[in-house]
């Protein structure tokens, strides 16, 4: 059960110390994430106290808390990610997950991704990035992901094959804060 309680003690977890190991992989990419995208509280409604919901399309996930408050995290989307909507719950949570791409990217991309159809062990270099929440329906994994990226650049834009993917620091924050069993949205 999610209560406010859990709430605050993930709040007060995360805000100890995030692990800064996320920030050292070594990215092509110089960026400035836009102030829009940090985590923040917003006024939201229409949910939960627990709630994750994500707006592919504007580009934002929302955890939310009571009395019409919500934190906002900025995300990115990938083609799959926008296909994806309706209700799910998290199935499952990994810390640096081990990643390897769909059939249908390899068959898509196979000259990107035949390489990895052995899989990609967890770490800096991992698409998923520092950590993934599975999206589940009905006890079945969807293939759908919330998880980090080693492209924090991508953060607001709608690129790649992936799902919803946010800065590793911020998915790390999330993760702290939802609980295996919390119920996604995605409009």
Same mark, same amino acid.
């Given at each position: 059960?999610?209560? =406010?309680?859990?709430?605050?003690?993930?709040?007060?977890?995360?805000? $100890?110390?995030?692990?800064? #190991?996320?920030?050292?992989?070594?990215?092509?990419?110089?960026?400035?994430?836009?102030?829009?995208? #940090?985590?923040?509280?917003?006024?939201?409604?229409?949910?939960?106290?627990?709630? %994750?919901?994500?707006?592919?399309?504007?580009?934002?996930?929302?955890?939310?808390?009571?009395?019409?408050?919500?934190? =906002?995290?900025? $995300?990115? %989307?990938?083609?799959?990610?926008?296909?994806?909507?309706?209700?799910?719950?998290?199935?499952?949570?990994?810390?640096?997950?081990?990643?390897?791409? +769909?059939?249908?990217?390899?068959?898509?991309?196979?000259?990107?991704?035949?390489?990895?159809?052995?899989?990609?062990?967890?770490?800096?270099?991992?698409?998923?990035?520092?950590?993934?929440?599975?999206?589940?329906?009905?006890?079945?994994?969807?293939?759908?992901?919330? @998880?980090? +990226?080693?492209?924090?650049?991508?953060?607001?834009?709608?690129?790649?094959?992936?799902?919803?993917?946010?800065?590793?620091? @911020?998915?790390?924050? #999330?993760?702290?804060? %939802?609980? %295996?069993?919390?119920?996604?949205? $995605?409009?």
């Amino acid at each position: 059960m999610f209560t =406010r309680r859990k709430l605050l003690l993930g709040a007060i977890t995360s805000m $100890v110390a995030l692990p800064a #190991l996320a920030h050292k992989a070594k990215t092509k990419k110089k960026f400035q994430l836009n102030p829009v995208y #940090l985590p923040q509280m917003v006024k939201f409604s229409g949910h939960p106290p627990g709630t %994750v919901v994500v707006d592919p399309k504007a580009h934002f996930l929302y955890l939310v808390y009571s009395r019409g408050r919500a934190r =906002r995290y900025g $995300v990115g %989307v990938g083609k799959a990610g926008l296909k994806f909507k309706g209700t799910a719950r998290i199935g499952r949570k990994a810390e640096w997950p081990s990643w390897r791409p +769909t059939d249908n990217m390899i068959r898509r991309e196979p000259r990107k991704y035949a390489r990895y159809a052995g899989g990609v062990a967890g770490g800096l270099k991992n698409p998923l990035g520092a950590r993934a929440l599975y999206l589940y329906r009905d006890n079945r994994d969807t293939m759908y992901r919330i @998880h980090g +990226t080693n492209q924090p650049w991508s953060i607001g834009r709608s690129v790649s094959n992936g799902c919803i993917r946010m800065i590793n620091d @911020h998915v790390m924050d #999330l993760y702290t804060r %939802v609980p %295996v069993g919390a119920k996604v949205v $995605v409009l």
